[in-house]
């Protein structure tokens, strides 16, 4: 893995166990073994570093949505929940946007720019799910059943964050499926 790889890596898992304020250039650059000062080869600052991991989520998410594009509604929503499950988680990290919601008023253009992109690709995935799924029948209802999959997934990642424990989105994600087992089988 070439260096710059390594710092995204890290600093991505940094921004998700500690959030954008609880992590330091320094600490990026003691867990890739390198000096500080070498960390302005790659990143003029925190900020871009921080921008830079942002984007990288978006465009891993963006392959998740184009590998499943075809895949039936059930298939997609599991793949959608497998992502905060299993790839980011749950009880001891927070999704990337996450850690930069808690500054968001802090947060410079770029970093925000990129949260809100890929907010918005995962906003986009849930409606076109719905719609596909028959849980909405006009755009306005896509919009709304996906805002609460984001809003319970959401503060269930970071119930299990402040439990340390996984319990929490576990439940929330158990619970939800029940009531769509229930919605698909009375349609």
Not at 16 to 40: E, H, M, P
Not at 93 to 114: A, I, K, N
């Amino acid at each position: 893995m070439d260096t710059k790889t390594q710092i995204l890596s890290i600093a991505s898992d940094l921004l998700q166990r500690q959030t954008v304020n609880g992590f330091s250039l320094q600490d990026v650059a003691d867990r890739v073994g390198i000096r500080k000062a070498s960390l302005f080869h790659h990143y003029r600052n925190k900020e871009a570093l921080v921008a830079d991991v942002l984007e990288n989520s978006l465009n891993g998410f963006r392959t998740r949505v184009e590998s499943m594009h075809n895949q039936p509604a059930q298939r997609q929503l599991d793949a959608f929940l497998d992502i905060y499950q299993r790839r980011i988680g749950a009880g001891s990290r927070l999704c990337s946007v996450s850690g930069v919601t808690g500054d968001w008023d802090h947060l410079g253009e770029e970093p925000r720019h990129w949260a809100l992109e890929l907010l918005n690709e995962q906003t986009a995935w849930l409606k076109r799910i719905a719609e596909l799924a028959g849980f909405a029948h006009n755009a306005a209802e896509a919009e709304a059943w996906a805002e609460q999959i984001m809003v319970r997934i959401q503060g269930a990642m970071l119930l299990s964050r402040v439990q340390s424990s996984p319990l929490p989105l576990e439940r929330t994600i158990a619970l939800m499926r029940t009531e769509w087992a229930r919605a698909t089988s009375a349609s």
